[in-house]
């Protein structure tokens, strides 16, 4: 554990070099870390991805299986998306309830998915209010290091991507899976999160662990391949300017298309 | 199956009757509970909202308690009979997270620091639900603070703007949230000119994000006078003491 005393050292170090503009870690303001993706790493899941986001790591299963669709979604399929961080990710971290902070980063990612209608949910219905296909998203934090929103939600999309969907077959009124059958899941558009801090009067995007310690506050945009912006989620305990949300939103389309390049690879 | 209400008329009246860039009926009446430290009761179209502060008070539990500053907890909770089908009175995933940005949207506002080794609960409950009950329920907690006495930057003033019907809308209702096509709340520090709370569900081009967010600021100003009358009513005005 580390004192206080470097926690204020760092982030005054953290501030006199973003007035030059540099961070820490050599980045420029709008870079981000190296991102690394991997699919396919769970054979056992319909979809699953391991990517690495500097040294945050999530990996991300995929399972799909029919079930009832929501009272008033009847003419819907089921999409879940949750994440978790495991206590292996983080030594902060105890298993337990989750807290609130990580309920709303699987809030947030699935808000982002949902929002852009990356998945055409009116695929998934086998039999309309009685019975669909569900999605399960679930993404497990296994090494924390600044930027856990990004991070699931990258693994997240790409673990849609490279998912099958199975064929399921109405008797009698019940799903049954053929075997053998399997097709691509029906995706729309491809969502970036992009998530930056304010750190001072500066916004930089994709906050290391050290620079999320001293941050002022924090924002999450995603946005659909169109360039629409379609979730937002600010956070952290101070605000932001006008501009600065503007700029942020320009910033979100900017550093996402280059993302988006990269999922574009999975398909 | 589900029957689309027609949410916005040709010459541009919401199914509420409202225009596109008007308000539902708000009131604000400060000063509603004897045991609270300040409390607010807001009605905001038909959200119908009981806000309670307590402190800065003695931190439990007690590791909660910090050296060098005072802590905010909020708690955001629907009563189960607040909307049309009973709600599990459970706190649900979503208003744990409701609760989590209302802290973070009213913490810009309070000077902590002045109270180290302190708590400062907010504690919201809503009554009735039509939309919008995060911004009505800041809006609440915000002249609940300033009714308990409790040193502030500015207020905080919040209201949401949306996309219905093509339209960039103030203050979506119930069933524009449901069936629109984007909800975006925000509240502000009006003197200050922060944005201190700020989410987005829904599909906007850059163009209609920046007129959202100005249609938001907007309707948070227009709050704001109307928690400034209410604060006046009670502490300036109340011959009836």
Known sequence: ?267 | MKIMTQLMTEDGIRCDGRRVDQLRNISIKVGVLKNADGSAYIEFGKNKILAGVFGPRDVHPKHMANQDTGILRCRYHMSPFSVTERKNPAPSRREIEISKVLKEALQPALILKDFPRTVIDVFVEVLQADGGSRCAALDAAAVALADAGIPMRDLVSACAAGKVADRIVLDVNNEEDQEGQADMPVAIMPNVGKVTLMQLDGILTTEEYKTCLQTAIGGCRTVYEIQRKALVEKYFESGDK
């Open chain 1, 1 to 267: 554990m580390e004192s206080a005393i470097l926690d204020q050292l760092r982030s005054d170090k953290i501030l006199e070099l973003l007035k030059q503009g540099k961070r820490l870690d050599g980045r420029s303001l709008d870079e981000q870390r190296p991102l690394t993706i991997e699919t396919g790493v769970i054979p056992k899941a319909n979809g699953s991805a391991r990517i690495k986001l500097g040294n945050t790591e999530v990996i991300t299963g995929v399972k799909v299986q029919p079930d009832k669709p929501f009272p008033d979604l009847g003419d819907k399929g089921i999409l879940i998306c949750t994440a978790e961080i495991l206590p292996l990710a983080d030594p902060y971290v105890e298993p337990g309830p989750p807290t609130e902070g990580v309920i709303e980063l699987a809030r947030v990612v699935d808000r982002g998915i949902r929002e852009t209608e990356m998945i055409d949910l009116h695929q998934l219905v086998l039999i309309e209010d009685k019975s669909v296909v569900g999605i399960f998203i679930d993404s497990s934090v296994i090494d924390s290091a600044g930027n856990l929103f990004d991070a699931c939600s990258y693994a997240s999309v790409a673990a849609v991507l490279s998912s099958t969907i199975p064929k399921y077959e109405i008797k009698d009124e019940a799903p049954v899976l053929v075997e053998g059958i399997t097709s691509k899941p029906p995706v729309k558009t491809l969502p970036v999160s992009v998530t930056m801090a304010r750190i001072g009067d500066y916004i930089i995007v994709d906050p290391s662990k050290e620079e999320e310690i001293c941050m002022d506050a924090r924002i999450t945009i995603t946005t659909n391949s169109a360039g629409n912006i379609c979730a937002l989620q600010k956070g952290g305990s101070d605000g932001f300017s006008v501009e600065q949300l503007i700029k942020c939103s320009e910033m979100a389309l900017s550093v996402g298309t280059k993302i988006r390049k990269k999922f574009e690879q999975l398909m």
